[in-house]
């Protein structure tokens, strides 16, 4: 294997991608969380694998350091988190029922749900969406560009131009970290 090669090859397609970001978009995402942080809103996220780690990582710059530089926190958290009440409601329930069911314990219409995926298409998150929906919580989907069945359902959605898992979760942590950093920086 030639990995100068490959990293060569990885940086320009990630490259690429980065460029093609709607920046309008993602304005408009900073926009709906500083609603929600107007009027105290709870913010939920998650997702599966890289993605969860991502959705830990946004929602504690958020409700953290973003929180730090705000007159009032952030409301945040992150579903992948409580390992003994996912493998509880896995066990008890179903896998694809792990999301929905703390939803239910938590969310209120107006309140935000994101979700952070690769395909679009895992039944644990497409299942909470729907759920959330019905109950008036504002969907976001952050997804890769394969069309799937979050990119259908959410009420706000970011498709990235891109199929490779390791790009998209690279460039949905840098929108995450852009809705982050406005509130950081104070960018108006």
């Known amino acids: 294997m ?5 990293i060569e090859d990885y ?14 978009k993602i304005a408009e995402l900073i926009s709906i969380y500083e609603k929600a942080w107007q009027e105290e809103r709870q913010m939920f996220v998650c997702g599966n694998g890289g993605s ?3 959705a830990s990582h946004f929602i504690t710059d958020l409700s953290k350091a973003a929180s730090d530089k705000m007159s009032k926190p952030f409301k945040g958290m992150c ?3 409580h390992m003994s ?4 409601l896995g066990n008890d329930y179903a896998y694809e029922d ?3 069911r703390q939803l239910m314990n938590f969310a209120q219409a107006g309140d935000l749900f ?9 039944p644990n998150l497409v299942k909470a969406v729907k759920w959330a929906k019905e109950k008036g919580v504002y969907t976001i989907a952050l997804v890769g560009g394969k069309p799937c069945q979050l990119a259908d359902l959410a009420d706000f959605v970011i498709a990235l131009e891109e199929t490779h898992y390791g790009r998209v979760e690279d460039a949905q942590m840098g929108i995450c970290h852009m809705v982050c950093y406005a509130f950081i920086e104070k960018v108006d």
Do not use: C, R
Not at 2 to 6: M, V
Not at 11 to 24: C, T, V
Not at 114 to 122: C, D, E, P, Q, R
């Open 114 to 122: 994101m979700v952070l995926s690769v395909s679009g298409n895992s």
């Open 11 to 24: 940086l320009e397609k990630y490259q690429k991608l980065i460029h093609s970001l709607p920046q309008a």
């Open 79 to 81: 579903l992948n988190e």
């Open 85 to 88: 009440w996912i493998t509880a």
């Open 98 to 100: 792990i999301f929905v």
């Open 52 to 54: 969860a780690s991502n």
């Open 2 to 6: 030639d990995s100068n090669a490959f």
